[in-house]
């Protein structure tokens, strides 16, 4: 009988990140979880537009540099909160629903790495309207089928 426990792959943390606490602290979160382990953050930031249907074509141009600039500014924020932390991180801007996106990314990875785990990490809201209509994490815990880590 052989009690060595097979290798356990590399472990990719893709979070949630828009800047907020709740997406700080996911961050923070995913930092200590891949202490001591092989792996990479993958910080997300997911560009929405709740309603394109309804805005012009200049506004979703407007938009899209809008959302350019926020992701270099949130690039830039998660640089400095990883600084002296921890280096194997890379950012990913994507745009759409933001729980479809981030099963999105964590899909691609998983697809690109089958042998590796892969766990999306996001802060829970603190926003009262979220008890009601739910929030990002309430609609992750009910469709990923990646581990969910559900930052307070």
């Not at 961050?27 to 910080?43: E, S």
Request: aromatic content about 4%; charged content about 20%.
């Amino acid at each position: 009988m052989n009690a060595t426990a097979p290798p356990a792959g590399d472990l990719y943390l893709v979070v949630g990140y828009d800047g907020s606490p709740p997406a700080t602290r996911a961050l923070d979160a995913a930092i200590r979880l891949l202490y001591g382990r092989a792996g990479t953050i993958v910080v997300v930031y997911v560009a929405h537009l709740p309603s394109i249907d309804s805005l012009s074509p200049g506004a979703v141009e407007e938009m899209e540099a809008t959302f350019d600039d926020i992701a270099q500014e949130l690039r830039t924020s998660a640089s400095e909160q990883l600084r002296d932390r921890e280096e194997r991180w890379r950012f990913e801007r994507r745009e759409g629903p933001i729980a479809e996106e981030l099963i999105a990314a964590a899909t691609d990875i998983h697809d690109a790495h089958p042998g590796d785990n892969v766990v999306i990490a996001v802060g829970s809201s603190s926003h009262a309207m979220h008890r009601v209509v739910g929030s990002v994490a309430v609609s992750l815990a009910r469709r990923s089928a990646v581990p969910l880590v559900v930052v307070p």
